[in-house]
């Protein structure tokens, strides 16, 4: 968090599952934070189960992995066209 206040990025990419703070918990802070809350934030996971209990829809958007180029070029392009991201 202190690094994104430092230098705010276009886009958030984090894991589900990190050792100190989970993924959720990053977008719940991010969200707190009137400086970052505009960001779309993406959950990368492997886990399809919380994608299907609906666990992930707080995010604006969700990987599954294995990640592809071609799903970064997708997800970049649609956030993109939805104004969300500038290039």
């Known amino acids: 968090l202190r690094k994104m206040r430092e230098s705010v990025p276009n886009l958030v990419m984090t894991d589900m599952w990190m050792p100190v703070m989970n993924g959720a918990g990053l977008l719940a802070e991010i969200r707190k934070d009137d400086a970052l809350k505009h960001l779309p934030v993406v ?3 492997a886990d ?3 994608l299907e209990k ?3 829809e707080q995010f604006d958007a969700v990987i599954l992995k294995p ?3 071609e799903k970064l070029h997708n997800l970049f392009m649609d956030f993109y066209k939805q104004k969300k991201i500038g290039i």
Do not use: F
């Open 43 to 45: 959950i990368v996971t």
């Open 48 to 50: 399809a189960e919380a």
């Open 54 to 56: 609906g666990a992930l």
């Open 67 to 69: 990640i592809s180029k």
